[in-house]
């Protein structure tokens, strides 16, 4: 969860691409807020994206070096405008994470327990939220850069102006379509986590019904909405 501010950014670039025809930007200043641009206006055309990903994780060891990447988690993931969002996690063990908005649910079914939380606790704050809710701007949020405007794809590299969870995120973007191919993460730390993504869809207009979630019969509901006290706690599923 650590990053997820960040992984979403780049999952709603990545399914907001622009599809437009080439600018004829050439390697100069202009060319990272030109790519961005692009990216911004068609994202404010689209309400909602499903899609595949592949996320993996290079893990700095203390003292320099990088220790051995961790296995590639997998799944599908759904958004939908404004602040909806499903987060299927399939390999390497299956896992949830649904909001509809107002509050979320992290449900683990090996270990046959989900945790409730209210959105106002800010577990999903920073610029993706703003960005699921219709009210980015990712200019106004990042200093962005491009690494080599000459390249295909270009490398933006976006560090955000406000204190976030994570230092810098990097965009590996088709300049003649604004589509994005990759993201990584660095966290605070140096660690690195890259997303990778097929199958994107936009404006397919999902069922509501995939932003809420009953915990199944005998599931252990942990409800961290309320304070500790008599209506509280640990409760089972219906």
């Not at 622009?18 to 994202?43: F, I, M, T, W």
Request: glycine share 10%.
């Amino acid at each position: 969860m650590k990053a997820l501010d960040a992984i979403l950014l780049a999952l709603l670039f990545a399914g907001f691409a622009a599809a437009s025809s080439a600018d004829g930007l050439e390697p100069d200043v202009s060319c990272a807020a030109g790519v961005a641009r692009k990216v911004q206006a068609h994202y404010e055309t689209v309400t909602d994206l499903s899609a595949r990903f592949v996320q993996t994780r290079e893990a700095v060891i203390f003292g320099g070096g990088t220790a051995a990447p961790e296995p590639a988690r997998q799944g599908t993931v759904v958004l939908s405008k404004p602040g909806r969002m499903r987060w299927s996690y399939e390999t390497p063990e299956p896992s949830l994470m649904i909001t509809d908005g107002e509050v979320v649910w992290m449900y683990d079914p090996l270990l046959e327990e989900a945790q409730r939380l209210s959105d106002a606790g800010g577990l999903l704050s920073g610029a993706a939220v703003q960005f699921l809710m219709g009210q980015g701007d990712l200019l106004a949020s990042f200093t962005v850069s491009a690494r080599d405007c000459a390249a295909r794809p270009v490398r933006l590299d976006l560090v955000p102006k406000q204190d976030a969870s994570y230092e810098r995120l990097a965009l590996a973007v088709d300049p003649e379509t604004g589509r994005v191919h990759s993201s990584a993460v660095t966290d605070l730390f140096g660690n690195r986590t890259t997303v990778t993504f097929e199958d994107v869809r936009v404006n397919v207009h999902p069922d509501a019904g995939l932003f809420r979630f009953t915990p199944p019969p005998g599931v252990s509901v942990i409800d961290l909405t309320t304070e500790p006290g008599p209506q509280g706690g640990v409760t089972e599923g219906p």
